[in-house]
């Protein structure tokens, strides 16, 4: 079975930095694409960032390019999503995602299959 853990999140002040990890266990992670979202309180789940297999491809939404990198450790079965220069209305729960086969990266919630339980990101004026 499929899970995906994330970690990293935290209360932070704006103009600061968190970097989130996105661990999966029960298959082997660098064969798929993996993708970040986001869901505010009251809001609909949204895009932030996506790498592909191998890592050569990645894609953000316009929000985040410039302030969010996402890569990911072979070895370590691992995602990352370094954010920078922080601001309030990132705050949210964050996700990671992987699809059930890996046919590319994309920025629809639909195209994934498998998510985590989320990390919590607050962000303080």
């Known amino acids: 079975q499929v899970q995906l853990v994330e970690s990293g999140g935290g209360l932070v002040q704006a103009g600061g930095s968190l970097r989130l990890s996105c661990a999966a266990s029960g298959r082997p992670f660098s064969n798929y694409a993996v993708g970040w979202f986001r869901q505010a309180p009251g809001k609909e789940r949204e895009f932030v960032a996506a790498?592909?297999?191998?890592?050569?491809?990645?894609y953000f939404a316009d929000s985040m390019k410039g302030r969010f990198t996402i890569s990911r450790d072979k070895a370590k079965n691992t995602v990352y999503l370094q954010m920078n220069s922080l601001k309030p209305e990132d705050t949210a729960v964050y996700y990671c995602?992987?699809?059930?086969?890996?046919?590319?990266?994309?920025?629809?919630?639909?195209?994934?299959?498998?998510w985590g339980q989320g990390t919590q990101v607050t962000v303080s004026s």
């Open positions: 790498i592909s297999w191998n890592g050569a491809t990645t």
């Open positions: 995602a992987s699809p059930l086969v890996d046919s590319g990266i994309y920025s629809r919630a639909s195209k994934y299959d498998y």
